[in-house]
C-alpha cells in the first residue's frame, strides 16, 4: 500500500521561500517509473499541478511556476522537497503530493498525501 | 480561468445517471488519455479515472469514463448519496508541457 504525507510550515511570510517535504511509503522512489507529484488547492478553488519529480531525477515543472519551483529527491530518505520562493499572498493553499508514474496510460497521481495548508500573511 | 472546461455543478436524485463533461482542445483531451479525480470537501482527492475508461481497483463500475476528439465525459449510475463531490477532469497538454485540470464540477445528490 502506498501512502504519502506532506509536511512543512503552515504559515510563511511573503517574500519568504516554502519548502515541503513528502515522505513516501510502500514504494522506493528508486523504483523504475515511479514519480512524485506536487498539487495545490487554493481555498474553495480547483486544483493545480505544480511539477513533478521521476526516479530517474527527469523533472517537469508548471510553466507558469517554473522560474520559482525547484523540486528535488532523497532516495535515502525516501523524501521529496518542494522549494517554492518568493510567496505570495495568491499562493495560500493545500499543497499536495501524490503518487504518479513516468509512463502515460498508467494510473497517474494515484494515490494522494492528505494535504498541508499553507498560509501566507505577513 | 482553467484550461481544461467543465460545468460548475449537477445535480440528480438517489438512483439516477447522471454524466460530467470535460472540454478541452487538440493538445490535451485531443491526443492525450483523461483522467478523474473525485474529491469529498475537506480530503483529499482520490483517482477515480485513468486512460480514459479504466477503473483502479476500488472504484465500483457505477463509474464510467468516455473520451472522443476534444471532449471527455464521467457518468455516473445509481447515484448514492456518498457520490456527493467534487469531481475534476486532467490531461496532459502537449503545448503547455505539462498537467492540466478542469475548474471541477460539484456534484450534489438531491
Known amino acids: 500500500q502506498i501512502t504519502l504525507k506532506e509536511s512543512g510550515p503552515a504559515l510563511v511570510k511573503p517574500t519568504q521561500t516554502l519548502t515541503l517535504t513528502c515522505t513516501l511509503s510502500g514504494v522506493s522512489l528508486s523504483t523504475s517509473g515511479v514519480g512524485v507529484g506536487w498539487l495545490r488547492q487554493p481555498p474553495g478553488k480547483a486544483l493545480e499541478w505544480l511539477g513533478t519529480?521521476?526516479?530517474?531525477?527527469?523533472?517537469r515543472y508548471s510553466p507558469s511556476l517554473k522560474n520559482r519551483l525547484t523540486i528535488t529527491k532523497d532516495t535515502s530518505k525516501n523524501q521529496v522537497v518542494l522549494t517554492m520562493i518568493n510567496l505570495d499572498l495568491v499562493d495560500t493553499a493545500t499543497y499536495y503530493c501524490?503518487?504518479?508514474?513516468?509512463?502515460?496510460?498508467?494510473?497517474?497521481?494515484?494515490?494522494w498525501g492528505r494535504g498541508t495548508l499553507v498560509i501566507v500573511s505577513s | 480561468q482553467s484550461v481544461l472546461t467543465q460545468p460548475p455543478s449537477a445535480s440528480e436524485t438517489p438512483g439516477q445517471r447522471v454524466t460530467i463533461s470535460c472540454s478541452g482542445s487538440s493538445s490535451n483531451l485531443g491526443y492525450n488519455y483523461v483522467y478523474w479525480y473525485q474529491q469529498v470537501p475537506g480530503t483529499a482527492p482520490r483517482l477515480l479515472m485513468y486512460?480514459?475508461?479504466q477503473r483502479p481497483s476500488g472504484v465500483p463500475d457505477r463509474f464510467s469514463g468516455s473520451k472522443s476528439g476534444t471532449s471527455a465525459s464521467l457518468a455516473i449510475s445509481g447515484l448514492r448519496s456518498e457520490d456527493e463531490a467534487n469531481y475534476y477532469c486532467a490531461a496532459w497538454d502537449d503545448s503547455l508541457g505539462g498537467w492540466v485540470f478542469g475548474g471541477g464540477t460539484k456534484l450534489t445528490v438531491l
Open positions: 519529480i521521476y526516479w530517474n531525477d527527469d523533472k
Open positions: 486512460k480514459n475508461d
Open positions: 501524490a503518487h504518479s508514474k513516468f509512463w502515460f496510460g498508467e494510473p497517474q497521481f494515484d494515490p
